[in-house]
Every structure is written in structure tokens, then in C-alpha cells.
């Protein structure tokens, strides 16, 4: 079974960006997708992003498009989301996913 460990979680400003990532260790997530979601207080996990395993296929949320970016590095087994453009509705605990495994998740704040 994979474990996912995601970081990169903080406190910003509206307009701000993030980097967050997703390490994956224990099974091997390089011929998996990789996705991250995000679910915010009161509301169920939504999808925000997946990339395929060779990094060719990438596939966005509307709310995120133009402004998230996803990407991975195979030789470090490790899924990136880099967010620019911060909105307040973005504020959530964002989770990594691969082969059926959820990491633990890592809370991202959009506050003034």
C-alpha cells in the first residue's frame, strides 16, 4: 500500500500563491495518476486536479483552471500543485491521491 505525506499548506493573502506537494512512499506511484482534491468545511472532497503517469495528461476543475498548475517528478515520487491567484474560496484541506490511497492532508488559508 502507498503512503501519501502532502506539505506545503499555509496562511495567505488573496492574490497569493502556494506550492504544495505530495510524496508518495511505500509502492511506486510513477504508473499511477496521481490527483489532488480539496474539501472544505462543511462541504464533500472535490477534485481539483489529476496528471498522468508520464506527466502528459493533465485535467483541471473549472473553478481552478488558468490559475492551479499540477505537475510530478517520477524520480522523487512526488506530485506538485502549484497555486497562483489565491481566492478566498479556495480555503480548504487539500489531499493527494494515488492508487486508491488518500494522504493525511494539508489546510490551505486564503484570508486577508
Known amino acids: 500500500q502507498v503512503q501519501l505525506m502532502e506539505s506545503g499548506g499555509d496562511l495567505v493573502q488573496p492574490g497569493g500563491s502556494l506550492r504544495l506537494s505530495c510524496v508518495a512512499t511505500?509502492?511506486?506511484?510513477?504508473?499511477?495518476?496521481m490527483a489532488w482534491f480539496r474539501q472544505a468545511p462543511g462541504t464533500e472532497r472535490e477534485f481539483v486536479a489529476t496528471?498522468?503517469?508520464?506527466?502528459?495528461?493533465?485535467s483541471y476543475a473549472d473553478s481552478v483552471k488558468g490559475r492551479f498548475t499540477i505537475s510530478r517528478d517520477n524520480a522523487k515520487n512526488t506530485a506538485y500543485l502549484e497555486m497562483k491567484s489565491l481566492k478566498p474560496e479556495d480555503t480548504a484541506i487539500y489531499y493527494c491521491?494515488?492508487?486508491?490511497?488518500w494522504g493525511q492532508g494539508t489546510q490551505v488559508t486564503v484570508s486577508s
Open positions: 511505500g509502492r511506486d506511484c510513477r504508473t499511477s495518476y
Open positions: 496528471i498522468s503517469p508520464s506527466g502528459s495528461i493533465k
Open positions: 491521491r494515488c492508487s486508491q490511497s
